[in-house]
């Protein structure tokens, strides 16, 4: 059987970090950006990472874009432990469940 393995978005935690000590607020991460991750906090006149799951998984662009090295993901041995787990689960969930299993039908 090939069962399509699905893991929500949601639970991939994968997405950038913006450290504020170092940001210049020069908004390159948002012009950057074509997948609206951040959004720009006018009263703040900083950017934040207004839609996470919209990042895509594995991807550091903006981190290497950004002047200020003010942007980061999680360390990736890290993440690929996590993303194993995540997998190994879907896979258990995959799996039909013994207790609903049924014997099958005898003869006479
Ligand atoms: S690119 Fe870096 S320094 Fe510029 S606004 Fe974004 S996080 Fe701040």
């Known amino acids: 059987m090939n069962a399509k ?3 929500p978005r949601e639970k991939i935690p994968w997405f950038p970090t ?3 000590d170092a940001c210049i607020h020069d908004r390159e991460c948002i012009e950057f950006c074509k997948n609206d991750v951040f959004d720009w ?3 703040l006149g900083v950017p934040i990472v207004a839609r996470p799951n919209n990042c895509v998984v594995g991807c550091d662009a903006c981190a290497k874009i950004c002047p200020s090295e003010a942007i980061s993901f999680p360390p990736l041995e890290e993440f690929k432990a996590t993303l194993r787990k995540l997998i190994a ?4 969930q995959a799996q039909p469940s013994r207790s609903t299993e049924t ?5 006479h």
């Open 103 to 107: 014997a099958p039908a005898g003869g």
């Open 18 to 20: 913006i450290n504020y």
């Open 5 to 7: 393995l699905k893991v």
């Open 41 to 43: 906090d006018e009263a």
């Open 89 to 92: 689960e879907a896979q258990q």
